[in-house]
């Protein structure tokens, strides 16, 4: 089991910055797909951006392409997702998770992280 804890989370004014962390322990981190989740008030949990153990991403909210990049730092078991241009409709409550595998099989594939953050909230103002 990977433990996960999220941080950089924070009130921003729109058209600002965030970095979120999300600092992995317990199971091998380099090894498994990470992925970034996110769930606004009254909303299902979304499905943000994922990347493998190689680096390779794969983004599956169109509403963050172009503004959000999911990366990770194996030797510091850290993921990060650098929000850019951040609007009102990008406030959540976002959530690291690991994946069982290294590969991603796609965006319609949720299910297959199992391992969960605390959260962190990201507000933004308009």
């Known amino acids: 089991q990977v433990q996960l804890v999220e941080s950089g989370g924070g009130l921003v004014q729109t058209g600002g910055s965030l970095r979120l962390s999300c600092a992995a322990s317990?199971?091998?981190?380099?090894?498994?797909?990470m992925g970034w989740f996110r769930q606004a008030p009254g909303k299902e949990r979304a499905f943000v951006a994922s990347?493998?153990?190689?680096?390779?991403?794969?983004y599956c909210a169109d509403s963050v392409k172009g503004r959000f990049t999911i990366s990770r730092d194996n030797a510091k078991n850290t993921m990060y997702l650098q929000m850019n241009s951040l609007k009102p409709e990008d406030t959540a409550v976002y959530y690291c998770?690991?994946?069982?595998?290294?590969?991603?099989?796609?965006?319609?594939?949720?299910?297959?992280?199992?391992?969960w953050g605390q959260g962190t909230q990201v507000t933004v103002s308009s």
């Open positions: 317990g199971r091998t981190f380099s090894t498994n797909a």
């Open positions: 990347i493998k153990w190689s680096g390779g991403t794969l």
């Open positions: 998770s690991a994946s069982l595998a290294s590969y991603l099989r796609g965006c319609t594939y949720p299910q297959d992280f199992v391992s």
